[in-house]
């Protein structure tokens, strides 16, 4: 079985691919989303024809709003980023981009979040992924009770966040990548597509191993590396098919969905294929090492 | 066998019945909506403030003069001193919440205010902050003029505010309401105290309308209208009637809420256009729609007959989760469709398990009915465990996020319950009805997958 012999290759290539990601998060860095550092987003469209950027960021400090970042958006439109602003700054931001009715401006959309409410929101987001993990750690050690031999189930559940983090880390360097040309946002969606990432790859987590806790169970072979590899290529066309059905939902979700669950659409699908990816070519050959230092300190 | 196709056949009825209720009930789809019966109109999908437009408020609430113990009812008292001024906007299914401050949200006590349609924040935040008003009312002579209003059905109503004359006495002068109960009858009343200047025109009023009935009036509504019994001097009313204990509650919440309890302060805002949700329920649908038929198309050109059942139990499984949504009801958010989307590919994740297996086992030397067997029960496992860790993160993510993730933890989880169902129950049901016992190279095509064929 390939994955048994080359299980070093493979743990390598994915060491590798993680500290490449954090190298990643580390200099691009990851670009807040005002829910959680706070500020304003404005979307506003010109029906008429959009001023230019400079006649805007001219017009936007007269109202004493110093720093406004304005991208342009779609044909007529442009997304304007503030510091939060209060009720009165909001109107007077909106009737000076009007530039006195030259250009009739439409307010698409306002959103304006209080630091204290972003600091809250991170918190949140904190204790959420630990929650979640520490659920799926007990999950896996109470469900794989019955295969502590050779491996202990809680095993399972270490290497199973291990893996997991190993699927989140990847996902988020490359956003960082992204961002960094894009001025994309890490933003609540963010998070939650990181969450559903750590969700769906438990998923395929559990499927290879509950093939492998049969196996040990009914197979003839004696060999734990064995099993393992086999129960991984008896799962494989299982786990690229149901990773082909999920993506061809979340392509056209990125593709024709709506503006605010693209960047999620295009995190997810990045983070199933290294979920599968390390389903199968990572947390299996983590299994087999760790079942080999076992045997070694014993001996 | 023919108990299997008749379970089968119900199904499918039972499917088709559920699949037309969510065509019946929805005025995008079914031209005839507003003349059909009242029955199917009540059943719109709810669509969330980034689909429908509107204003998201979060108001932070100054607790530090409050007891500890008291923040709860104060803060209850506020979500309705607000819902009233809210619901005297005229907005359409106003949703006012509290959300309490704790170890896992950090933050202190905040009041959320979502407010469908109204994209006027200037005026909401306007109306919100307005002093309410408490105002007490002695009845209009009999021969003062009334105005009644003729109702669409043809009932007359007597304008209320008409009936009675407005008096100096006003919520300025109350200095608070108690909820008590009565010690005989053990019937739940609402007691007042004013303050001296109240007490003075108390008096005054009562001495005048003994007999008579006396009408607290709050923001321009008649709240309670009690009859006096005799001259009230020491500034104390009591307010007893029909009241369960419940609504006496009520009562006193609104009658010390006369100000609002707890000083508020805008913390954040949130309008979207209508226009821009519109869009973006349409893009939501089409992404539905195109995704749908992808896999639908995998899954039938990979894995032939078992896909095609798998197919029949997606649409089951789609008609049973959107009449889920409309009959709970679920908000429907972007997220909350990326929810029910992403379900849409791990709906399938069940079948593909199970096909996997019974395609193992047919290759294992199996006839194809024992093959259908073994691969249902063998797969059983490894779908029940893997679904419940997915229900778990949905539970954890609902019980802890903020409403966005909510919204997505809901239709995320609710779709993977209803999926277990699905590809489990229903193609199982499916796959028996077909009765294909024998193997010979036409049914091992049917059952065979990818490239290859079974041999």
Not at chain 2, 13 to 19: E, K, L, T, V
Request: aromatic share 10%; charged share 15%.
């Amino acid at each position: 079985m390939f994955i048994v012999k080359y299980k070093k290759i493979f743990i390598s290539l994915s060491v590798i691919l993680v500290v490449v990601s954090l190298v990643s998060i580390f200099i691009f860095g990851l670009n807040p989303g005002i829910d959680f550092k706070g500020g304003a987003l404005m979307e506003v469209s010109y029906s008429a024809g959009r001023p230019e950027v400079s006649l805007m960021e001219a017009n936007i400090k007269k109202v004493n709003i110093n720093q406004a970042l304005i991208q342009p958006t779609g044909e007529l439109g442009y997304i304007i980023k503030t510091r939060d602003l209060s009720e009165t700054e909001h109107q007077a931001l909106l009737s000076s981009l009007a530039f006195n009715n030259k250009y009739p401006v439409l307010e698409k959309s306002f959103t304006s979040i209080g630091p204290s409410v972003g600091s809250e929101l991170t918190r949140k987001a904190i204790v959420s992924i630990s929650m979640v993990i520490l659920a799926i750690i007990l999950f896996i050690t109470y469900a794989f009770h019955k295969v502590s031999r050779p491996v202990a189930s809680w095993k399972y559940g270490v290497i199973t966040i291990v893996t997991l983090l190993h699927d989140i880390i990847i996902p988020t360097g490359i956003f960082a990548l992204i961002a960094f040309y894009t001025n994309a946002e890490a933003d609540t969606l963010f998070i939650l597509a990181l969450l559903t990432i750590l969700g769906l790859s438990v998923h395929d987590k559990i499927v290879v191993f509950d093939r492998i806790r049969e196996n040990l169970r009914t197979g003839d072979s004696k060999n734990f590396a064995e099993i393992v590899g086999t129960s991984t290529s008896q799962t494989i066309v299982r786990s690229i098919n149901i990773t082909l059905t999920i993506i061809f939902v979340l392509v056209p979700l990125y593709l024709f969905g709506p503006e605010t669950t693209k960047n999620f659409a295009l995190i997810l699908t990045i983070g199933l294929f290294f979920g599968i990816y390390s389903s199968l070519f990572f947390a299996s050959p983590l299994l087999i090492l760790v079942e080999e230092w076992q045997s070694k300190n014993k001996k | 066998m023919i108990k299997k196709i008749i379970l089968a056949v119900v199904i499918l009825i039972f499917g088709s019945g559920i699949a037309f209720f969510v065509y019946k009930t929805e005025p995008k789809l079914n031209n005839n909506f507003e003349t059909q019966n009242a029955f199917f109109k009540k059943f719109p999908f709810r669509l969330g403030l980034d689909l429908s437009g509107g204003s998201h408020l979060i108001y932070k609430a100054d607790i530090s003069a409050i007891s500890s113990n008291e923040v709860g009812s104060s803060m209850e008292a506020l979500r309705d001193v607000i819902e009233r001024r809210v619901n005297l906007f005229g907005v359409s299914e106003p949703v006012v919440q509290v959300q309490h401050g704790g170890f896992i949200s950090g933050g202190g006590e905040q009041l959320i205010v979502d407010l469908p349609g109204i994209t006027d924040v200037k005026k909401a935040v306007e109306m919100i902050g307005q002093t309410p008003v408490l105002e007490f009312k002695t009845e209009a002579s009999k021969d003062a003029v009334q105005n009644a209003i003729v109702g669409k059905d043809g009932n007359i109503t007597i304008d209320l505010n008409s009936q009675f004359v407005t008096t100096e006495l006003t919520g300025r002068y109350l200095k608070k309401a108690t909820l008590e109960f009565d010690q005989n009858t053990r019937e739940p009343k609402v007691s007042l105290q004013f303050d001296e200047t109240g007490t003075k025109l108390f008096a005054k009023i009562t001495k005048e309308n003994v007999g008579k009935k006396v009408a607290i009036f709050l923001d321009g509504m008649p709240v309670s209208i009690p009859t006096v019994n005799e001259e009230i001097p020491n500034g104390q009313a009591v307010i007893s009637g029909n009241f369960t204990p419940k609504e006496a509650k009520l009562l006193v919440g609104r009658l010390n809420s006369g100000a609002l309890p707890v000083p508020i302060t805008l913390l954040s805002t949130q309008t979207i256009g209508a226009t821009l949700g519109e869009s973006a329920v349409n893009a939501g649908v089409k992404a539905s729609i195109i995704g749908f038929i992808l896999v639908a198309l995998f899954l039938i050109l990979w894995y032939r007959l078992p896909g095609l059942i798998a197919v029949l139990a997606l649409s089951l499984y789609t008609a049973i989760l959107l009449a889920i949504f409309k009959l709970l009801p679920v908000t429907l958010t972007a997220a909350g469709i990326g929810g029910f989307i992403i379900s849409l590919g791990m709906a399938v994740d069940a079948n593909v398990l199970i096909f996997e297996r019974m395609k193992e086992e047919i290759r294992k030397g199996h006839n194809i009915y024992d093959g259908i067997h073994a691969g249902f029960s063998r797969a059983w496992p490894s779908v029940r465990d893997s679904n419940t860790s997915s229900i778990i993160t949905s539970i954890i993510l609902f019980w802890l996020g903020t409403p966005l993730i909510k919204g997505f933890a809901l239709t995320f989880g609710l779709g993977v319950l209803v999926s277990m169902f699905s590809a489990i129950t229903i193609s199982r049901i499916f796959l028996y009805a077909l009765g294909i016992e024998k193997s010979n190279s036409f049914t091992k095509f049917l059952f065979g997958s990818g490239f290859k064929n079974l041999n």
